[in-house]
Nanobody, 115 residues
Framework: QVQVVVSGGNLVQAGGSLRLSCAAS????????MGWYRQAPGKQRELVAL???????NYADSVKGRFTISRDNAKNTVYLQMHSLKPEDTGTYYC?????????WGQGTQVTVSS
């Protein structure tokens, strides 16, 4: 049974910082891709950032230079460090694990950036 658990969402003022964490557990190997997606009210879920077990990263253009994704392979944990937050970063953030061509999703965590 694979579980993906998210923590770290909060309310923050524009220009502030937040760090999200996501831990995957169960019978999975560290050879996987983990990432973050977000969904704003009335909008589709969109990719924020991905990281492979080899450390290859991919970011949405809207967060490049402000967000950093990292991971601890030994713990199957991925982090999203967010700086210079903007009101448009507001949304529910979801962690995703792709392992053996299967998607696993964590519960969403709310990030609200006030102007």
């Amino acid at each position: 049974q694979v579980q993906v658990v998210v923590s770290g969402g909060n309310l923050v003022q524009a220009g502030g910082s937040l760090r999200l964490s996501c831990a995957a557990s169960g019978s999975i190997s560290s050879t996987n891709v983990m990432g973050w997606y977000r969904q704003a009210p009335g909008k589709q879920r969109e990719l924020v950032a991905l990281i492979s077990s080899g450390g290859i990263t991919n970011y949405a253009d809207s967060v490049k230079g402000r967000f950093t994704i990292s991971r601890d392979n030994a713990k199957n944990t991925v982090y999203l460090q967010m700086h210079s937050l903007k009101p448009e970063d507001t949304g529910t953030y979801y962690c995703n694990l792709v392992w053996r061509m299967t998607d696993y999703w964590g519960q969403g965590t709310q990030v609200t950036v006030s102007s």
